[in-house]
Protein backbone atom coordinates (compact mmCIF):
# COMPACT_ATOMS: atom_id res chain seq x y z
CA UNK A 1 0.00 0.00 0.00
CA UNK A 2 1.41 3.43 -0.70
CA UNK A 3 2.22 5.29 2.56
CA UNK A 4 2.35 9.31 1.49
CA UNK A 5 4.44 11.57 3.71
CA UNK A 6 1.68 12.95 6.62
CA UNK A 7 3.76 15.02 7.93
CA UNK A 8 3.01 19.01 7.90
CA UNK A 9 5.83 21.82 8.52
CA UNK A 10 5.43 23.93 12.14
CA UNK A 11 4.86 26.83 10.44
CA UNK A 12 1.18 25.59 8.82
CA UNK A 13 0.75 23.80 12.29
CA UNK A 14 0.65 27.18 14.01
CA UNK A 15 -1.22 28.92 11.34
CA UNK A 16 -3.90 26.45 11.46
CA UNK A 17 -4.00 26.12 15.08
CA UNK A 18 -4.34 29.58 15.69
CA UNK A 19 -6.88 30.52 13.13
CA UNK A 20 -9.27 27.92 14.69
CA UNK A 21 -8.88 28.71 18.14
CA UNK A 22 -9.13 32.53 17.59
CA UNK A 23 -13.06 33.57 17.53
CA UNK A 24 -13.65 35.97 15.49
CA UNK A 25 -14.35 39.85 16.88
CA UNK A 26 -17.60 40.05 18.98
CA UNK A 27 -17.64 36.18 19.71
CA UNK A 28 -17.90 35.56 23.30
CA UNK A 29 -17.33 31.76 23.66
CA UNK A 30 -18.25 29.77 27.34
CA UNK A 31 -15.08 30.92 29.83
CA UNK A 32 -14.65 26.96 29.66
CA UNK A 33 -14.20 26.44 25.90
CA UNK A 34 -12.35 29.69 25.89
CA UNK A 35 -9.51 27.73 28.29
CA UNK A 36 -9.65 25.15 25.72
CA UNK A 37 -9.19 27.60 22.85
CA UNK A 38 -6.28 28.99 24.66
CA UNK A 39 -4.30 25.59 24.99
CA UNK A 40 -4.99 24.54 21.20
CA UNK A 41 -2.66 28.14 20.69
CA UNK A 42 -0.30 26.82 23.19
CA UNK A 43 -0.18 23.39 21.04
CA UNK A 44 0.17 25.41 18.01
CA UNK A 45 2.99 27.53 19.27
CA UNK A 46 4.83 24.36 20.08
CA UNK A 47 4.37 25.23 24.42
CA UNK A 48 2.23 22.45 25.14
CA UNK A 49 1.61 18.71 24.11
CA UNK A 50 -1.21 17.47 21.34
CA UNK A 51 -3.57 16.08 23.30
CA UNK A 52 -6.37 13.91 21.28
CA UNK A 53 -8.87 16.59 20.63
CA UNK A 54 -5.84 19.10 19.28
CA UNK A 55 -4.59 17.15 17.37
CA UNK A 56 -7.93 16.01 15.53
CA UNK A 57 -8.40 19.49 15.11
CA UNK A 58 -5.15 19.94 13.90
CA UNK A 59 -5.74 16.78 11.07
CA UNK A 60 -8.73 18.52 10.24
CA UNK A 61 -7.06 21.84 9.45
CA UNK A 62 -4.26 21.01 7.44
CA UNK A 63 -6.55 18.63 5.36
CA UNK A 64 -9.37 22.07 4.64
CA UNK A 65 -6.37 23.96 3.85
CA UNK A 66 -4.99 22.09 1.56
CA UNK A 67 -8.50 21.96 -0.18
CA UNK A 68 -9.94 18.43 0.99
CA UNK A 69 -13.52 18.22 1.70
CA UNK A 70 -14.60 17.16 5.08
CA UNK A 71 -17.90 16.06 6.20
CA UNK A 72 -18.60 14.51 9.80
CA UNK A 73 -21.44 13.71 11.32
CA UNK A 74 -22.76 11.47 14.11
CA UNK A 75 -24.76 12.39 17.67
CA UNK A 76 -22.88 15.22 19.29
CA UNK A 77 -19.51 15.54 17.03
CA UNK A 78 -19.34 19.25 16.97
CA UNK A 79 -18.71 19.44 20.69
CA UNK A 80 -17.51 15.53 21.03
CA UNK A 81 -19.57 13.33 22.83
CA UNK A 82 -16.93 13.65 25.53
CA UNK A 83 -16.15 17.65 25.49
CA UNK A 84 -13.40 17.30 23.66
CA UNK A 85 -13.37 18.62 19.84
CA UNK A 86 -15.20 21.90 20.07
CA UNK A 87 -15.73 22.21 16.40
CA UNK A 88 -18.48 24.34 16.51
CA UNK A 89 -18.95 26.72 19.01
CA UNK A 90 -21.89 28.84 20.58
CA UNK A 91 -21.22 32.29 21.23
CA UNK A 92 -22.07 32.51 24.96
CA UNK A 93 -24.75 35.66 25.10
CA UNK A 94 -26.87 35.32 21.51
CA UNK A 95 -26.19 31.16 20.57
CA UNK A 96 -24.88 31.92 17.03
CA UNK A 97 -22.65 29.58 15.98
CA UNK A 98 -18.76 29.49 14.31
CA UNK A 99 -17.04 26.99 12.96
CA UNK A 100 -13.32 27.88 13.06
CA UNK A 101 -12.24 25.32 10.48
CA UNK A 102 -14.43 26.97 8.05
CA UNK A 103 -12.20 29.93 8.81
CA UNK A 104 -8.90 28.15 7.69
CA UNK A 105 -10.69 26.24 4.61
CA UNK A 106 -9.98 26.68 1.31
CA UNK A 107 -13.08 27.49 0.99
CA UNK A 108 -15.56 27.59 4.13
CA UNK A 109 -18.31 25.27 1.93
CA UNK A 110 -16.36 22.34 1.84
CA UNK A 111 -16.88 22.52 5.91
CA UNK A 112 -19.71 20.15 6.87
CA UNK A 113 -19.99 19.39 10.08
CA UNK A 114 -23.50 18.05 11.62
CA UNK A 115 -24.92 16.53 14.87
CA UNK A 116 -27.33 14.11 13.59
CA UNK A 117 -30.49 12.30 15.36
CA UNK A 118 -29.74 8.57 17.33
CA UNK A 119 -31.09 6.88 13.75
CA UNK A 120 -27.65 5.05 13.28
CA UNK A 121 -28.73 2.85 10.36
CA UNK A 122 -30.02 6.11 8.34
CA UNK A 123 -27.24 8.55 8.87
CA UNK A 124 -23.91 5.64 8.79
CA UNK A 125 -26.02 4.67 5.27
CA UNK A 126 -26.32 8.38 4.39
CA UNK A 127 -22.75 8.93 4.57
CA UNK A 128 -21.56 6.07 3.12
CA UNK A 129 -23.33 6.90 -0.19
CA UNK A 130 -22.02 10.53 0.16
CA UNK A 131 -18.50 9.05 0.37
CA UNK A 132 -18.79 7.09 -2.59
CA UNK A 133 -19.58 10.10 -4.49
CA UNK A 134 -17.19 12.16 -2.52
CA UNK A 135 -13.72 10.08 -3.00
CA UNK A 136 -11.14 12.78 -2.52
CA UNK A 137 -13.02 14.41 0.82
CA UNK A 138 -12.92 13.22 4.32
CA UNK A 139 -16.15 11.59 5.24
CA UNK A 140 -16.95 10.72 8.80
CA UNK A 141 -19.23 9.25 10.94
CA UNK A 142 -18.79 8.69 14.58
CA UNK A 143 -20.89 6.67 17.17
CA UNK A 144 -21.64 8.42 20.13
CA UNK A 145 -20.59 5.29 22.37
CA UNK A 146 -18.66 2.67 20.06
CA UNK A 147 -21.50 0.34 20.69
CA UNK A 148 -23.51 2.66 18.93
CA UNK A 149 -22.78 0.75 15.18
CA UNK A 150 -25.34 -2.53 16.36
CA UNK A 151 -28.17 0.07 14.94
CA UNK A 152 -26.07 0.02 11.94
CA UNK A 153 -24.72 -3.31 11.46
CA UNK A 154 -26.42 -4.54 8.16
CA UNK A 155 -24.87 -1.04 6.33
CA UNK A 156 -21.69 -2.26 7.42
CA UNK A 157 -22.29 -5.73 6.28
CA UNK A 158 -23.85 -5.56 3.02
CA UNK A 159 -22.11 -2.30 1.98
CA UNK A 160 -18.98 -1.02 3.59
CA UNK A 161 -17.38 -4.42 4.25
CA UNK A 162 -18.32 -6.18 1.14
CA UNK A 163 -19.15 -3.62 -1.96
CA UNK A 164 -15.64 -3.85 -3.17
CA UNK A 165 -15.85 -7.72 -3.48
CA UNK A 166 -19.74 -7.31 -5.06
CA UNK A 167 -19.83 -4.38 -6.91
CA UNK A 168 -16.22 -2.95 -7.33
CA UNK A 169 -16.86 0.34 -5.45
CA UNK A 170 -14.58 1.94 -3.48
CA UNK A 171 -15.14 3.85 -0.30
CA UNK A 172 -12.91 6.50 1.65
CA UNK A 173 -15.15 6.11 4.70
CA UNK A 174 -13.97 6.72 7.96
CA UNK A 175 -16.03 4.98 11.40
CA UNK A 176 -14.93 6.53 14.44
CA UNK A 177 -15.98 4.24 17.36
CA UNK A 178 -15.11 5.23 21.13
CA UNK A 179 -14.00 1.86 22.70
CA UNK A 180 -12.25 0.55 25.61
CA UNK A 181 -13.53 -0.73 29.30
CA UNK A 182 -14.10 2.06 31.91
CA UNK A 183 -16.29 0.13 34.14
CA UNK A 184 -19.13 2.18 33.05
CA UNK A 185 -21.29 -0.87 31.74
CA UNK A 186 -22.15 -3.19 28.96
CA UNK A 187 -23.41 -0.41 26.57
CA UNK A 188 -20.64 1.92 26.97
CA UNK A 189 -17.62 -0.48 26.71
CA UNK A 190 -17.51 -2.07 23.53
CA UNK A 191 -17.83 -1.29 19.97
CA UNK A 192 -16.94 -4.63 19.13
CA UNK A 193 -13.83 -4.89 17.37
CA UNK A 194 -14.41 -8.82 17.00
CA UNK A 195 -17.11 -8.53 14.16
CA UNK A 196 -15.06 -5.99 11.93
CA UNK A 197 -12.04 -8.25 12.41
CA UNK A 198 -13.86 -11.11 11.33
CA UNK A 199 -15.02 -9.29 8.18
CA UNK A 200 -11.57 -8.32 7.32
CA UNK A 201 -10.91 -10.11 4.14
CA UNK A 202 -8.92 -9.07 0.93
CA UNK A 203 -7.72 -6.11 2.12
CA UNK A 204 -11.38 -4.80 2.46
CA UNK A 205 -11.60 -2.40 5.01
CA UNK A 206 -8.69 -1.20 7.46
CA UNK A 207 -9.11 -1.64 11.60
CA UNK A 208 -7.55 0.70 13.64
CA UNK A 209 -6.94 1.17 17.62
CA UNK A 210 -4.36 4.12 17.91
CA UNK A 211 -2.71 5.09 21.06
CA UNK A 212 -1.32 8.64 21.58
CA UNK A 213 -2.84 11.99 19.82
CA UNK A 214 -0.20 12.17 17.15
CA UNK A 215 -1.13 8.47 15.73
CA UNK A 216 -4.22 9.63 15.41
CA UNK A 217 -3.01 12.84 13.29
CA UNK A 218 -1.30 10.76 10.90
CA UNK A 219 -3.81 8.09 10.28
CA UNK A 220 -6.90 10.85 9.58
CA UNK A 221 -3.75 12.66 6.90
CA UNK A 222 -3.09 8.85 5.62
CA UNK A 223 -6.52 7.92 5.14
CA UNK A 224 -7.29 11.38 2.91
CA UNK A 225 -3.82 11.01 0.99
CA UNK A 226 -3.72 8.15 -0.29
CA UNK A 227 -4.57 7.64 -3.31
CA UNK A 228 -6.49 4.47 -2.89
CA UNK A 229 -9.89 4.02 -0.95
CA UNK A 230 -10.61 1.78 1.62
CA UNK A 231 -13.09 2.23 4.70
CA UNK A 232 -11.47 3.20 7.77
CA UNK A 233 -12.70 2.11 11.17
CA UNK A 234 -10.91 3.42 14.14
CA UNK A 235 -11.25 2.29 17.56
CA UNK A 236 -11.44 5.80 19.27
CA UNK A 237 -10.75 6.16 23.17
CA UNK A 238 -12.08 8.11 26.39
CA UNK A 239 -10.12 7.99 28.88
CA UNK A 240 -6.64 8.56 27.49
CA UNK A 241 -8.75 11.90 25.78
CA UNK A 242 -6.79 14.11 28.27
CA UNK A 243 -4.10 11.98 29.59
CA UNK A 244 -0.78 13.70 28.95
CA UNK A 245 0.48 9.94 28.60
CA UNK A 246 -1.18 9.55 25.26
CA UNK A 247 -0.14 13.36 24.10
CA UNK A 248 2.11 14.22 21.44
CA UNK A 249 4.67 17.05 20.65
CA UNK A 250 4.76 19.13 17.84
CA UNK A 251 7.31 17.69 16.13
CA UNK A 252 5.69 14.17 16.12
CA UNK A 253 3.00 15.95 14.04
CA UNK A 254 6.35 16.96 11.57
CA UNK A 255 8.66 14.81 11.10
CA UNK A 256 6.11 11.29 11.94
CA UNK A 257 4.04 9.38 10.23
CA UNK A 258 1.42 6.25 11.26
CA UNK A 259 3.25 3.20 12.58
CA UNK A 260 0.99 -0.01 12.66
CA UNK A 261 3.42 -1.10 15.57
CA UNK A 262 4.45 0.53 18.22
CA UNK A 263 7.89 -1.17 19.96
CA UNK A 264 9.35 -0.87 23.69
CA UNK A 265 12.17 1.81 23.64
CA UNK A 266 11.88 1.65 27.32
CA UNK A 267 13.50 -1.29 27.77
CA UNK A 268 16.99 -3.38 27.52
CA UNK A 269 16.00 -6.39 25.00
CA UNK A 270 18.82 -8.41 26.29
CA UNK A 271 17.24 -8.52 29.92
CA UNK A 272 13.27 -9.42 28.61
CA UNK A 273 12.18 -12.60 29.16
CA UNK A 274 8.50 -11.70 29.10
CA UNK A 275 6.62 -9.40 25.61
CA UNK A 276 3.20 -8.50 26.21
CA UNK A 277 1.12 -7.52 22.96
CA UNK A 278 -1.81 -5.35 22.73
CA UNK A 279 -3.86 -2.39 21.43
CA UNK A 280 -5.60 0.44 22.57
CA UNK A 281 -6.04 2.21 26.10
CA UNK A 282 -4.40 -0.83 28.24
CA UNK A 283 -1.30 -0.41 27.15
CA UNK A 284 -1.02 2.60 29.51
CA UNK A 285 -2.74 0.51 32.38
CA UNK A 286 0.32 -2.80 31.45
CA UNK A 287 3.03 -0.13 31.28
CA UNK A 288 2.07 1.53 35.02
CA UNK A 289 1.37 -2.16 36.36
CA UNK A 290 5.23 -2.66 34.76
CA UNK A 291 6.34 0.27 37.13
CA UNK A 292 5.04 -0.05 40.36
CA UNK A 293 6.41 -3.76 39.89
CA UNK A 294 9.86 -2.19 38.58
CA UNK A 295 10.27 -5.38 36.28
CA UNK A 296 12.79 -4.50 33.20
CA UNK A 297 12.25 -7.95 32.45
CA UNK A 298 8.88 -6.92 30.32
CA UNK A 299 8.48 -5.77 26.95
CA UNK A 300 5.19 -3.93 25.41
CA UNK A 301 4.65 -3.76 22.32
CA UNK A 302 1.64 -2.09 20.97
CA UNK A 303 -0.66 -3.78 17.60
CA UNK A 304 -2.00 -0.02 16.41
CA UNK A 305 -3.18 -1.77 13.06
CA UNK A 306 -5.37 -5.16 13.24
CA UNK A 307 -5.92 -5.29 10.20
CA UNK A 308 -4.75 -5.61 7.74
CA UNK A 309 -2.32 -7.20 10.47
CA UNK A 310 1.17 -5.89 9.86
CA UNK A 311 3.06 -9.32 10.37
CA UNK A 312 6.20 -8.00 8.77
CA UNK A 313 6.62 -4.80 11.22
CA UNK A 314 5.39 -6.71 14.67
CA UNK A 315 8.14 -9.37 12.95
CA UNK A 316 10.76 -6.84 13.04
CA UNK A 317 9.90 -5.70 16.73
CA UNK A 318 9.93 -9.25 17.96
CA UNK A 319 13.48 -9.67 16.42
CA UNK A 320 14.77 -7.58 18.84
CA UNK A 321 14.07 -9.90 21.85
CA UNK A 322 15.11 -13.66 21.87
CA UNK A 323 12.97 -16.43 21.02
CA UNK A 324 13.05 -17.80 24.18
CA UNK A 325 11.03 -15.25 25.83
CA UNK A 326 7.18 -15.99 26.41
CA UNK A 327 4.44 -14.35 24.24
CA UNK A 328 1.30 -13.23 25.58
CA UNK A 329 -1.50 -11.28 23.54
CA UNK A 330 -3.16 -8.97 26.48
CA UNK A 331 -6.68 -7.57 25.95
CA UNK A 332 -9.26 -6.37 28.36
CA UNK A 333 -12.68 -8.14 26.52
CA UNK A 334 -14.05 -11.14 27.12
CA UNK A 335 -11.91 -14.30 25.81
CA UNK A 336 -14.42 -14.82 23.23
CA UNK A 337 -14.65 -10.99 21.72
CA UNK A 338 -11.68 -8.18 21.21
CA UNK A 339 -9.16 -8.99 18.67
CA UNK A 340 -8.01 -12.45 20.91
CA UNK A 341 -9.94 -14.93 18.15
CA UNK A 342 -8.95 -13.27 15.07
CA UNK A 343 -5.50 -13.83 16.68
CA UNK A 344 -5.34 -17.15 17.73
CA UNK A 345 -7.51 -18.10 13.76
CA UNK A 346 -4.46 -16.45 12.10
CA UNK A 347 -1.33 -17.90 14.00
CA UNK A 348 -2.74 -20.52 16.09
CA UNK A 349 -0.50 -21.54 19.41
CA UNK A 350 2.53 -20.37 17.52
CA UNK A 351 2.86 -16.49 16.41
CA UNK A 352 4.67 -16.03 12.99
CA UNK A 353 5.45 -19.50 13.16
CA UNK A 354 8.04 -19.06 15.94
CA UNK A 355 6.59 -17.80 18.90
CA UNK A 356 4.49 -19.93 21.51
CA UNK A 357 1.46 -17.66 21.65
CA UNK A 358 -1.33 -17.47 24.40
CA UNK A 359 -3.93 -15.11 25.34
CA UNK A 360 -4.49 -12.87 28.60
CA UNK A 361 -8.55 -11.83 28.77
CA UNK A 362 -11.55 -11.64 30.84
CA UNK A 363 -13.57 -14.71 30.56
CA UNK A 364 -16.01 -15.39 28.18
CA UNK A 365 -19.34 -13.23 28.39
CA UNK A 366 -22.64 -13.05 26.91
CA UNK A 367 -22.11 -9.24 27.47
CA UNK A 368 -19.50 -7.12 26.20
CA UNK A 369 -19.24 -6.02 29.97
CA UNK A 370 -20.10 -6.50 33.59
CA UNK A 371 -22.54 -3.64 35.22
CA UNK A 372 -20.78 -3.32 38.08
CA UNK A 373 -17.84 -0.93 38.44
CA UNK A 374 -16.77 -2.52 41.49
CA UNK A 375 -16.91 -5.86 39.32
CA UNK A 376 -15.06 -4.42 36.49
CA UNK A 377 -12.04 -3.10 38.98
CA UNK A 378 -11.97 -6.44 40.13
CA UNK A 379 -11.82 -8.17 36.39
CA UNK A 380 -9.03 -5.29 35.38
CA UNK A 381 -6.67 -5.64 37.95
CA UNK A 382 -6.80 -9.57 37.93
CA UNK A 383 -5.81 -8.89 33.57
CA UNK A 384 -3.10 -6.92 34.85
CA UNK A 385 -1.95 -9.49 37.70
CA UNK A 386 -2.02 -12.24 35.10
CA UNK A 387 0.39 -10.17 32.47
CA UNK A 388 2.93 -9.97 34.78
CA UNK A 389 2.79 -13.62 36.81
CA UNK A 390 5.76 -15.44 36.92
CA UNK A 391 5.87 -18.96 35.32
Excluded at 6 to 12: A, L, P, Y
Excluded at 72 to 83: A, I, K, L, M
Excluded at 167 to 176: A, D, E, F, N, P
Aim: glycine fraction near 8%; hydrophobic fraction near 40%; include cysteine.
Amino acid sequence: ADSPPTGVSREVLKKVMLTMSTPPAGFTPHPKVEAVLKARREMGNGDALFDWGGAEMAAFGTLVAEGTRLRFSGQDVRRGTFSHRHAGLHDNRDGHVWIGLQDIAARPDIVDIYNSPLSEVGVLGFEYGYSLDCPDGLVIWEAQFGDFVNVAQVIIDQFIASAEDKWKRLSGLVMLLPHGMEGAGPEHSSARLERFLAMGAEDNIQVTNPTTASQYFHLLRRQTLRWWKKPLVVMTPKSLLRSKDASSPINELVDGTFHEVLGDTTVNPEKVTRVLLTSGKLYYELAAQRDSLKRDDVAIIRIEQLYPFPAQQLEAELGRYSEKASLFWVQEEPRNMGAWGFLRTRFGERLLDRYPFRGITRPEGASPATGSATSHKIEQQNILKQAFELE
